[in-house]
């Protein structure tokens, strides 16, 4: 690839993902293969995912937002073991080097739009484990919200057999070992930063996302997200009416020792409007290990991580991001 080509996000039309023609499906992986090993990043487009349940969603968030500070501050992430609830401004700090990120969140993990009495999914997160926590006064939040979910979640499930097949593995490779429900979701405020910005405190600083693969709506028309391309530039990754922003997380890193990137990248509201935005983070369970493929090691290519369980790598990172529950950076 030329340096040029560095600098360009690729977009993927997800149109043949579901094709019974393994030739279609595995051309789409050879895409996929290329944007993981090359950028880290890609939009998509045909997703699947309905206009107006990004809409229902997004008017939800706003409506939740826009609660008071003493409302909102009863979901405060920081009562909850499992990283459930909300974030205010500041309170949040993605890169070690900065002071906090600009922005006001709402975390979810699984969830049955139908309430179950015994949601094994849900109980089978291990470390991660624990209930979503909801506003009382907002009718129609949780089905919004949940609905989107299931339908991010209904993406991911696509990719990860495009993921294998990219690696080379059998398609089924992830079906074991995303059984559960190791996918959260965040909405994400951030205010406008209009005038001079001190750069140690942007809408979220310099990070890598912590699992396997995000899926990021973010709302058209407003430039915020950057990403580090190769030659250590940032480069716009701006929003496209219709598509998703797909990007490499770390256990997808570590899954393939660096054969696919982990990719830097950050989101600076500079616009004179608010913005909103929702990552959906997808890991593999929390009780798999984080082992190298065979065919991303060799003599020349010695792995390069230790090998943890995907819940203990996404619990130390939250708890680094969010500096609760007393504890701070291990090492
Ligand atoms: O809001 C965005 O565009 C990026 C959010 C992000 O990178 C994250 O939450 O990890
Ligand atoms: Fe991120």
């Not at 409302?71 to 500041?90: A, C, H, N, T, V």
């Not at 913005?275 to 003599?299: A, N, Q, W």
């Amino acid at each position: 690839m030329t340096r040029e080509a560095f600098s360009q996000i690729p977009v993927i039309d997800l149109n043949n993902i579901r094709s019974l023609d393994t030739t279609a499906r595995g051309a789409l992986a050879k895409e996929v293969k290329r944007a993981c090993v090359d950028v880290g990043f890609f939009y998509v487009k045909n997703h699947g995912i309905p206009e107006e349940t990004v809409e229902a969603t997004m008017s939800a968030s706003k409506r939740f937002f826009s609660l008071s500070e003493g409302e909102k501050l009863k979901l405060d992430i920081r009562k909850s073991m499992s990283f459930k609830g909300y974030q205010p401004l500041l309170s949040s700090n993605n890169d070690p080097e900065n002071m906090g990120d600009m922005h006001e969140g709402y975390e979810v993990g699984w969830e049955e739009l139908d309430k179950k009495p015994d949601d094994s999914k849900r109980s089978n997160d291990g470390t991660m484990a624990g209930a979503n926590v909801w506003p009382d006064e907002l009718p129609g939040f949780r089905e919004a919200i949940l609905k989107y979910y299931h339908a991010a979640v209904g993406v991911g499930r696509l990719l990860f057999p495009l993921f294998a097949l990219a690696l080379d593995l059998p398609e089924d490779f992830f079906d074991d070992k995303t059984k559960n429900s190791a996918a959260i979701m965040k909405v994400l405020h951030y205010p406008a930063q209009s005038g001079p910005v001190d750069d140690r405190i942007i809408g979220i600083g310099a990070h890598t996302d912590f699992e396997c693969f995000t899926v990021l709506w973010q709302e058209p028309g407003i430039q915020a997200l950057q990403v580090l391309n190769q030659d250590k530039k940032w480069i716009d990754a701006p929003p496209i009416p219709g598509t998703l922003v797909m990007n490499i997380g770390d256990q997808f890193a570590r899954w393939t020792n660096d054969a696919f990137k982990s990719t830097v990248h950050r989101a600076i509201n500079r616009s004179s409007i608010e913005r909103y935005s929702m990552p959906l983070f997808f890991g593999t369970d929390y009780d798999v290990k984080l082992v190298p493929i065979p065919s991303c090691v060799s003599e020349d290519r010695p792995a390069k991580y230790p090998v943890v369980t995907a819940g203990d790598y996404v619990k130390d990172r939250l708890k680094a991001a969010y500096g609760h529950h007393h504890d701070k950076r291990e090492s």
